[in-house]
């Protein structure tokens, strides 16, 4: 038997019981927890927001908000979560989160509100908080109210008092999630979930079962359980990997581990990578960012993930390792085809390392339907060096959704060497760009659309470098998540 | 103090946001052993069904039941309004249309079973688009025509004329909560449904309809929805037949639960439009005639689209006096989801399109939209193209003016007109467009409603009445009206979950007349009550029935109001009501007095009043992509004295945001062979955190009473999604401010999206650079 705390009160779970496929909603649903709703089942939506209790960046306990819907039982058994019960502090009366959007009037039909109230919860205790952001609650979509009183609600919030309860869990150490051997069905044919709790037992068990679907973040495995469903005999998940979870700012590189979540390498770079702090906010939801890796994002080799035009533009290097040793691919050989790539079976992307040194002019860019977690029509990272002349002496442009793979503009980044960056140089390359690619139409837009997008965002790019700011409407201000710039929040 | 009018929470906030307040699906764990469902599901969007073999999904562990056509013991059909959707078919009608259900232990044995049901299709030739459609001939509905004038010679008069066209997405409800439903047998050998419905009396009926029972054998529960936006007005009824029809073969209950890809694939959508027109003009903008045709894609079934028709028919003139005018409106068959009733119904389609009429008309007079539009504004005394009278048509004007001064219109328009010269790359807009929409169901039957209050002997209080709660607010309202009905606080009353073994036949709650209709029910249902206690309580005091008055649970004279121990309790009261054998129920009926529409002459007074409002939205777009973000909004709307204003804001402010998910991001795309390709929440965006603009004033018409209407109320539920066409027409101004000095047409493709903005940049510039050239 292994425990899930939920709510304080562990819950006991037979191993040998349950199919790996199990998603903590489900898993929570069936337990008699239904206040957490399943809306869209692939996190898009939040309604089935739970907050886990985490080990943070700087090693302080912290509740990291994810999508229950995505995030399978096996990853976080042993460990400690929240649900929308668990917040309100006793039948008679309600959390400062859930006054707060009763009086503001947040809640119309109620079924996505529980899932604002995690969202909202998570973000009222983290630490050094120095203002409310607003992405905290733009992974949950509500059909009703139009947001505006979800939004006043948050505003009104105060820091939490001094003897807050839920603020003095965050005083005590979070679980550490350790090896799980296994958790499997008791049906013939039996499904099976590993969780390695190291890199070498990781390495020994993908060599013994390379046909094991690997699981880090599981943003995007785990819609395939529940939309396609689809079934693997056996599941990895990383979660316990330790030497997948780091991050190195080192003078000339980061390195920055495949397992690590999107927030918390936003947290640790501390704006080391500035291209990555434009990056983030278009990159999905911050429920999606608690889970997501970059070394699933790149792995994935979606010709549509955010991370591979910026990391691209950046001249990133993957660490990959496997029982034979490790080896370093550039990122830009990396990718080897639709949702191809060149790791060997048994092989896994371990670091992704980027070099710290700042290109002259460098922005990322994202058109999609909508300006915050949507998935892109098409990005864009750009980054040129230029001399004390003011002349192109490298050039960068990496694309994503325009082609089988993210790829870069070999032709036109050539194209730009040797030249000023003016005017002139940009309409010299753009008939490069018009036709570097052969985009296709699918239901985000159409290849002619894209088509331009390839031209028009570098033509944007060179605007924008010249007026000295960003051109067009931008996602919400970010704010600075550096702990050492915020204020305490109690 | 009285409880209407008050801005109090939803009455449901509490269980809201601790996750307390039940749903359908959260019922489950209260049945024994229930079997979950998951329907066989066709790969073509035509075929005909030559076999469907069961055998080797019901050789599975956990697979119960592979339900088909001959498990229906009564009639295979689950038509809402033209009994045309067989609930099993014999010959397939759209992609991912259902063809058999698999009943087992657990949706993933289910889901498994499913797959293993084998189906032997013949595949036939599909319709997908309404291009398609029109060309052959395939209609769900003759045409339906208003006229009113002469609209022929007059537009052969007109000084101007030009014609266009305009194509509309549809849009998914994407109510949070997917259709869901239990059936189980009760203790009486009855089947009882918990459905997230709309319409529980048309969900018990299409239930005993498939079990060839009376509607007396069948009791449906609709205890609360997580949003349903008309897509549970019919559209329930088909997944709560499937359960009754598994709980008839199993003897076990049945759970029917679509999750959100099978939601997204089987259920019907706000139908896209397709409009042509030939407009007529004066000299300084004043339309003189209107010759429009509309097309609606119904998809495979008729459901609710000769009503959404109609109402499209009645809303194309939004404001705007149009003196002669025809229109003709006819339903296409499609091989899609069957499209249905969606906030709006209809008149949102036919609002967008004179709307963008009116741009057209104001680029050729070369005057500024706003002008253009007040000039050609309903006056008091001016009668719509169906002959009715346009009620309180001042208020246009009088809220365009308000709304123009609380926004600073005038002073914003030229600082938009300044940024614009300043910057190439980055375009505002700035527009303004009212609204005015008419109130009832356009099928005059369905305008009544029903309750039921029932007093206690220790004075506390049940009402029941027809209406469903969707998030909307009703129950809040009606709780507002009860508590004042017996005057009581309103912790004394208790909103029962909306069932048909309380109040039957009632309608849907829809065509935003929830309250009105079931307010005044409860309403007379509360009068009743305090009109028989009012004799018990005056022969008490002494004093006449006349005198007394119930208020903050006390009953006193009318002198000693303010005198918290005069009087007696409204506990008391009911106590020794009840000794004296004095009915401490009522049941209270409403239907709306004087509405009617003659289909032959297309005349009519279909709507009992009209709701009427105003926006002003500013935008700015990105030249390079077209991307876009909605800088500010103004809202003034009327919707009478309100009953409960922190709700009304809240429809109000929630309408105007879905009205712009329809308008902007909400894409549905369908594959050429008739696949949805947007079934998700990963491919079909609906406006997050990031939509709504950081400056958004709504504020509520003042001193607008409506006499007619419970409470001096006005319906609020629909009206607010069609301010959001100022956000369109906004877009259309920045997009016309890339052409300069100026484009006589903005084609802007509907959902506007960036790429849809970006190309229509593309063609203004076209026109405006033509335009020079010519000159």
Known sequence: MADLIVNGSALSIDEAGVDPHTTVLDFLRDRGLVGTKEGCAEGECGACAVALVREGPGGRTTYVPVNSCLTLLGSVLGGELITVEGVRPSAEALHPVQAAMVEAGGSQCGYCTPGFVVSMFAEYYRHERPAWDPEAIAGNLCRCTGYRPIRDAMRSLGAPAGDDRFLARLEQPAPRLGGL???????????????????????????????????????????????????????????????????????????????????????????????????FPLFSSRLIRNRATLGGNLVNASPIGDSPPALLALDAELELVSRAGSRVVALAEFFTGYRKTVLAPGEIV???????????????????????DDISTVAAAFALE?????????????YGGVAATPARARAAEDALLGRPWTRETVAAVEPLLASAFTPMTDHRGSADYRRAMTARLFEKFFHETAAGRRLGPQPPPVQHRVHSQGVRSS | MTQVGKAIPHESAAGHVSGEALYTDDLLARFAAPLHAWPVLSPHAHARVVSIDAGAAEALPDVVKVLTASDVPGENEVGPARHDEPLFPDEVQFHNQAVAWVLAESVEAARAGAAAVAVDYEPLPAIVTMDQALAAQSFLTDPLTISSGEPAEALAAAPHSFSGELRLGGQEHFYLETQATIAAWDEAGEVFIHSSTQHPSETQEVVARVLGVPLRMVTCQSLRMG????????????????????AHATARPVRVRLDRQLDMALTGKRHPFWARYRVGHDDEGRILALDLELYSDGGWSLDLS?????????HCDNCYRIPNLRVVGRVLRTHKTSQTAFRGFGGPQGMVVIEDILDRVARAVARPGHEVRALNFYREGDRTHYGQLVRDAGRIERIWTSLRARADFGRRLAEVEAHNHANEHEKRGLAITPVRFGISFTASFFNQAGALVLVYRDGSIQVNHGGTEMGQGLHTKMLQIAADGLGVPLEAVRLMPTRTDKVPNTSATAASSGSDLNGAAVERACTQIRERLAGVAAAALGVAPGDVEFSEGRVRPFWQAEDPEAGLSFAELAGRAYIQRVPLFATGYYRTPKIHFDEQTGRGKPFHYFAYGAAITEVEVDGFTGQFSIRRVDILHDVGDSISPKVDIGQIEGGFIQGLGWLTSEELVWADDGRLATRGASTYKLPTLGECPEQFNIELLPSASEPSVVKGSKAVGEPPLMLAISAREALRAAVAAFAEPGVDAVELACPSTPEAVYWAIDRARARAVGRSAAE
């Open chain 1, 181 to 279: 051997t296994q958790l499997r069905t008791r049906t013939e044919g039996p499904r099976r979930l590993l969780r390695p709790a190291s890199l070498a037992e990781l390495l020994d068990q993908l060599a013994a079962t390379p046909e094991a679907k690997i699981i880090a973040g599981g943003t995007d495995v785990v819609v395939e359980v529940n939309q396609r469903h689809a079934r693997w005999p056996v599941l990895i998940s990383l979660e316990a990997v330790a030497e997948l979870r780091r991050v190195e700012l080192g003078d000339e590189q980061v390195e920055i581990g495949a397992c690590v979540s999107l927030s918390d390498v936003e947290h640790r770079l501390d704006h080391a990578l500035p291209l990555l702090d434009e990056l």
């Open chain 1, 350 to 372: 371990a670091t992704i390392r980027v070099p710290r040194r700042a290109p002259t002019h460098a922005h990322f860019y994202k058109v999609s339907k909508r300006v915050l």
């Open chain 1, 386 to 398: 230029l001399d004390d002349g003011g002349t192109i002496t490298k050039a960068r442009l990496a």
């Open chain 2, 227 to 246: 949003g349903a936006f008309g897509g549970k007005e019919t559209q329930a009824n088909p997944y709560a037949a499937v359960a009754a029809v598994g």
């Open chain 2, 306 to 314: 000769t009503p959404i028709m109609y109402r499209a028919l009645f």
